[in-house]
């Protein structure tokens, strides 16, 4: 559950993603036990205070809490800092937008480009977009954001199997339609999502024997299966690999929000495994590979992370019954985008108030 404020009310919204109602401002607030056990609440996100101190409404608020407490709900108190350093993880299809037959259909929506905006205004928000798409596609839709320079993570890298890896691919191609190759700076796709399902999947099975017994053992390199597709990439430029890479190079930011769908997001998610269960102490990360073979002309050691345990927050896109190593989960994109919103205070476009479905994956 959700408590936020809109015009002075408390308004909350279930952990279904479904709006609520508002709370019976009393002194015991006393439509709050019910809702409890009406939408079972296991946890409750507050805000309190400012980035400059507590307000009046907050002790207000603490009565708010206490009832939770007496409930059993685990309460997190949430206050703005205007300091904190800021970082923001997200696949593009699948996360950002919706999965579409032709990728080329994948467009930002309205409301995307302004959770992007916002975020990116901000100085003390660090954004990355870790996507399998090419430079091209997204310096074309996202490019007027803040964008840092482009890196090449393959410079150094033996990329002499691509052909054979190619010539495979290729074999597969010619044994159905609705199907294409994709080549890329770091990688090479398979796609097959117009084909049809069956024979589609039966290919793919095969293509991905061949890779396996044949190249796979002599190459440093590993095939990722994808949602209709197969995707071969160094060993060293996975999203966990850059995921490493980019908080090994800002060990400083105290909050992390990473979201995917795919089973190649759940590499950035593993790699956001910083703690130990039940840890508090600070975590310590050793240079990753994707720091020491893109760069081994200098000595590197190991960083202090500044992030705490409760400031990680991973979060897997799709149906809730799905796998993850992620800690929380939502069902769609638009949930995703309107978690952003949500947390620089804009409302979506054609919605009358913010959505938001956090629930603890299993």
Not at 95 to 106: E, H, L, V
Not at 245 to 269: H, S, W
Not at 272 to 286: D, I, Q, R
Request: aromatic share 8%; hydrophobic share 35%; glycine share 6%.
């Amino acid at each position: 559950m959700h408590v936020f404020r809109t015009n002075s009310v408390l308004k909350y919204l279930d952990a279904r993603g479904e709006a609520g109602g508002d709370f019976i401002d009393d002194d015991l607030f006393s439509n709050l036990e019910p809702l409890v056990i009406q939408l079972s609440v296991k946890e409750a996100i507050i805000p309190t205070g400012t980035a400059s101190g507590t307000t009046e409404r907050d002790l207000d608020l603490s009565k708010l809490i206490a009832v939770f407490k007496r409930c059993g709900v685990v309460v997190t108190e949430h206050k703005p800092s205007d300091t904190r350093t800021r970082l923001f993880l997200f696949d593009y299809d699948g996360t950002f937008t919706p999965i579409f037959k032709m990728p080329s259909m994948a467009l930002p929506s309205p409301n995307a480009l302004t959770a992007l905006e916002k975020i990116t205004s901000d100085p003390n928000n660090i954004v990355y977009i870790v996507s399998g798409r090419d430079q091209a596609f997204l310096e074309e839709h996202l490019g007027h954001f803040r964008v840092a320079a482009w890196m090449n993570f393959t410079a150094s890298l033996d990329m002499g199997w691509v052909e054979e890896v190619a010539e495979i691919f290729r074999y597969h191609t010619e044994r159905m339609n609705g199907n294409h190759i994709e080549m890329k700076k770091s990688s090479i796709t398979w796609h097959y999502r117009s084909s049809d399902p069956e024979w589609g999947q039966f290919q793919c099975r095969q293509c991905q024997d061949s890779l396996d017994n044949n190249i796979v053992p002599k190459r440093p390199i590993e095939v990722l299966v994808g949602k209709k597709n197969l995707e071969v990439q160094p060993i060293t430029v996975n999203k966990g690999e850059i995921v490493k890479r980019i908080l090994y190079q800002n060990p400083g930011v105290e909050f992390i929000f990473c979201a995917g769908d795919d089973k190649t997001d759940e590499d950035m998610f593993r790699a956001l495994l910083l703690f130990p269960p039940s840890s508090t102490s600070k975590a310590t990360m050793e240079p990753p590979l994707s720091v020491t073979l893109i760069d081994n002309t200098k000595e590197y050691g190991d960083v202090e992370l500044a992030v705490s345990p409760e400031a990680v927050f991973t979060t897997a896109v799709g149906h809730s019954s799905k796998r993850t190593l992620a800690s929380w989960h939502v069902t769609t994109p638009e949930e995703v985008v309107e978690h952003i919103l949500f947390l620089v205070g804009e409302t979506p476009q054609g919605d009358e108030g913010v959505i938001v479905s956090h629930c603890r994956s299993p």
